[in-house]
T-cell receptor, first 113, second 112 residues
Framework: DGGITQSPKYLFRKEGQNVTLSCEQN?????MYWYRQDPGQGLRLIYYSQIVNDFQKGDIAEGYSVSREKKESFPLTVTSAQKNPTAFYLC????????????FGPGTRLTVL | KQEVTQIPAALSVPEGENLVLNCSFTDSAIYNLQWFRQDPGKGLTSLLLIQSSQREQTSGRLNASLDKSSGRSTLYIAASQPGDSATYLC???????????FGGGTRVLVKP
């Protein structure tokens, strides 16, 4: 059963804490992406990785960090420097080399208390 | 920088009516354009992908057109059903880095 999994589904964070969101895929995709979605809005790109051990900033990378040590995994850390982290976070993956559709995970809703 | 606009932001129709969702984008240098569906609190599901060389793409009751030169795409949903109620997002894919730029979406409600 191939796909993308994200955990946890809901996450609560106190101000000043760092939290890490998990994203795993078994589609053998080279490229992975992290997006943020605010209520009633489209998705904005945070970070993306086209290959293991390499990643690039997207449009709103400030206050976030990522790693790509394995092809299957692309965790996102929301740091205390992110001023307004409450949002819905979506991870996606795609084939690399040819333009291809992106496949999305079910998302993680992060709330800052 | 690519900017994507979707009009209308929300749409409510009775069951059986055809739906027309519009998407406009500012940079015509794209590889393709994708339409996604999002149910409340869920991830995105890919509906259609139109290559930049294509004019339209069809899947069942869904048909999407692309006019790259004028920066427009339209998603048509024929004979709408209550199960079509969702938010529909369009996203042109840029020539560099395979990056998608999303519009704000059109929230559709099909009333029985």
């Amino acid at each position: 059963d191939g796909g993308i999994t994200q955990s946890p589904k809901y996450l609560f964070r106190k101000e000043g804490q760092n939290v890490t969101l998990s994203c795993e895929q078994n589609l053998n995709h080279d490229a992975m992406y992290w997006y943020r979605q605010d209520p009633g809005q489209g998705l904005r790109l945070i970070y993306y990785s086209q290959i293991v051990n390499d990643f690039q900033k997207g449009d709103i990378a400030e206050g976030y960090s990522v790693s790509r040590e394995k092809k299957e995994s692309f965790p996102l850390t929301v740091t205390s420097a992110q001023k307004n982290p409450t949002a819905f976070y979506l991870c996606a993956s795609s084939n690399q080399g040819i333009p291809d559709t992106q496949y999305f995970g079910p998302g993680t809703r992060l709330t800052v208390l | 920088k690519q900017e994507v606009t979707q009009i209308p932001a929300a749409l409510s129709v009775p069951e059986g009516e055809n739906l027309v969702l519009n998407c406009s984008f500012t940079d015509s240098a794209i590889y393709n354009l994708q339409w996604f569906r999002q149910d409340p609190g869920k991830g995105l599901t890919s509906l259609l992908l139109i290559q930049s060389s294509q004019r339209e793409q069809t899947s069942g009751r869904l048909n999407a057109s692309l006019d790259k030169s004028s920066g427009r795409s339209t998603l048509y949903i024929a004979a709408s059903q209550p199960g079509d109620s969702a938010t529909y997002l369009c996203a042109p894919q840029g020539a560099a880095g395979n990056k998608l730029t999303f519009g704000g979406g059109t929230r559709v409600l099909v009333k029985p």
